[in-house]
């Protein structure tokens, strides 16, 4: 018994054996295999991250369309500019999300309205961290991200709990002495040089080139000491034709050109470097021209600004689009460019109301099908220009011929109080103030010949109180004079667009429309706020102003 006892024993010992020396095998091999796997998933996606376009945005503050060379303006240079749309696309009719800094940054940023965006849909408040900017989500996606001189701004965003500039990784320490005096000292071409020498080559990037030119405030008389002739200047409409207007104007060109100068040495560098090809280089500017009735304003040269993408043999070069864009539209098309087949799950992933540009700049056709029928902008506060700090909430839809704006507080004064109360208290002289127009020599002249028969429409357009409802045919009036609200021939378009852009506000959760508008008063500012006398409407009611919204249409839609 013990005999056959033990054999089995021995039986089952052998057995033993083989069965742990299979398990032994066999979990060797898919050890083996599974690190194989590994290994070729971690290659995989490091080859797919390598494979991705670098991204190079410029970006010029205060730039108003069509202000570069290519677009027929002679009098201003931009050949870097112009290289980028002579070899990529050149857009016509591009628009800021706001005629502002902070909230047309904070725009471009999201991918949002600047009214989806609480305190950074204003201007010098704060950026709330829930919302998401397309810099970080190219950092998850394995890019290393920078930028240089303005990011977004101004504002507060560690006020918010940010831990850095929306725009992205902070370079710049290197300088220069410039040529001009209030032009920045920051060496924006030597800093994109930084930046790159701390990438991994292996490792696509995103730099942002934030140019502070051509902002406020210009060297007086340097375009004339430059060479150029007061005759070369191509005056806006909307501005008196006087030599102290075409000086000022310029000494913006100059700016502009200091800010293309570096460009074009951005883009010799990624030549150098060999990784031109593989660049998508967006040239673009924040909001319009810092002169009256541009800037801060929703008229045509507060939000119509240049725009210009090269992507190598991505994108075939010389064309010119006539398509409607937001600057909102930047941000998802980064993302779709960056994420290249897997840009239906990072879109969805982080829902834009921007449209992607990839597929208008692919399609060798001159016109994209689907092409937006209108864009959107907005304003609330830009600087500290009326009394207890009051905004001058405007909000306005443009479509391929029509200019439609919406003043919802018609008895604020549009460029700020024209008197405000001085540090000792007393009230300053009439026309001292008017601080949502940067000072500057071309208002200057327009307040001191504001009674000149042909500086006198010009002086009260830029600042006299406004209707509550503006129109303008584009085509007809594209320095946006004459308001076509009243005309009796232009009210079917004056209901569709006022009712095209209702249905989009609310849509889009507009506070305007939506029932909480003055939420926009609250938003602390973080610069001077400066003291004006009481306005003269304290006591009255809300102006009687047409509804936005029509029962038979809040889509959004044109009709």
């Not at 060109?253 to 460009?263: S, T």
């Not at 937001?326 to 779709?336: G, K, M, Y």
């Not at 239906?344 to 597929?359: D, N």
Request: glycine content about 6%; hydrophobic content about 35%; overall charge negative.
């Amino acid at each position: 018994m013990m005999n056959k006892i033990n054999e089995r024993l021995k039986g089952l010992k052998v057995k033993s054996v083989i069965s742990v020396l299979c398990y032994l095998i066999f979990t060797h091999f898919i050890s083996c295999n599974n690190n194989h796997t590994e290994t070729d998933r971690v290659t995989k996606e490091k080859e797919t991250i390598k494979n991705r376009p670098n991204i190079l945005f410029a970006i010029s503050d205060d730039q108003s369309f069509p202000h570069a060379s290519i677009y027929g303006e002679e009098w201003i240079n931009t050949p870097a500019f112009d290289r980028v749309a002579r070899e990529g696309v050149l857009f016509t009719n591009a628009f800021s999300a706001s005629p502002g800094c902070s909230p047309s940054r904070a725009a471009i940023l999201t991918g949002m309205n600047p009214w989806q965006l609480e305190q950074a849909g204003t201007h010098d408040s704060e950026f709330p961290t829930e919302y998401t900017v397309f810099p970080d989500i190219l950092e998850k996606m394995g890019y290393k991200v920078g930028y240089t001189g303005k990011g977004w701004g101004p504002g507060n965003w560690e006020a918010s709990g940010r831990k850095r500039n929306p725009a992205g990784d902070l370079y710049n320490d290197r300088y220069t002495k410039p040529l001009l005096e209030h032009v920045s000292t920051t060496d924006y071409a030597g800093n994109f040089d930084a930046f790159l020498a701390e990438r991994d080559q292996d490792r696509p990037f995103y730099f942002w080139y934030g140019s502070r030119e051509p902002h406020r405030r210009f060297e007086t008389g340097s375009g004339l000491e430059s060479g150029r002739r007061l005759d070369e200047v191509k005056i806006p409409a909307f501005l008196p034709d006087s030599p102290e207007v075409r000086s000022d104007l310029l000494d913006y060109a100059l700016e502009i050109e200091y800010f293309d100068q570096h460009l074009a040495t951005m883009i010799a560098k990624l030549e150098e470097i060999g990784e031109l090809e593989n660049t998508i280089i967006v040239v673009t500017s924040d909001n319009g021209m810092s002169f009256p009735s541009a800037k801060a304003n929703a008229y045509e040269y507060g939000t119509h600004v240049p725009l210009a993408i090269r992507w190598g043999n991505r994108v075939k070069g010389g064309r010119t689009l006539e398509d409607l864009v937001s600057l909102i539209d930047l941000a998802p098309t980064f993302l779709e460019a960056a994420a290249g087949s897997h840009s239906a799950g990072i879109l969805k992933e982080y829902a834009m109301e921007g449209k992607s540009l990839i597929s208008t700049l692919k399609n060798k056709n001159q016109e994209e099908e689907g092409a937006r029928e209108a864009v959107f902008t907005s304003r609330e506060r830009h600087s500290s220009s009326r009394w207890n700090n009051l905004t001058y909430p405007q909000r306005s839809i443009r479509t391929d011929d029509y200019l439609y704006i919406r003043n919802f507080k018609p008895e604020r004064w549009p460029a700020g109080a024209p008197q405000k109360v001085g540090s000792d208290g007393k009230l300053e002289p009439m026309h001292g103030a008017y601080h949502d127009i940067d000072a500057c020599p071309t208002f200057d002249f327009m307040v001191e010949h504001r009674n000149d028969p042909d500086v006198k429409p010009l002086f009260e357009k830029a600042v006299s109180k406004r209707p509550a409802e503006e129109l303008f045919n584009i085509k007809n009036d594209p320095y946006c004079l004459v308001n076509l609200a009243d005309d009796p021939k232009s009210q079917k378009m004056l209901v569709e667009l006022r009712t095209a852009l209702g249905g989009y506000l609310m849509q889009t959760n507009d506070p305007r429309v939506t029932g909480n508008g003055d939420i926009y008063e609250t938003y602390k500012r973080y610069s001077a706020i400066r003291k004006f006398p009481d306005p003269d409407w304290l006591d009255e009611n809300e102006s009687n102003i047409p509804p936005l919204l029509n029962k038979t249409n809040n889509s959004g839609k044109l009709d």
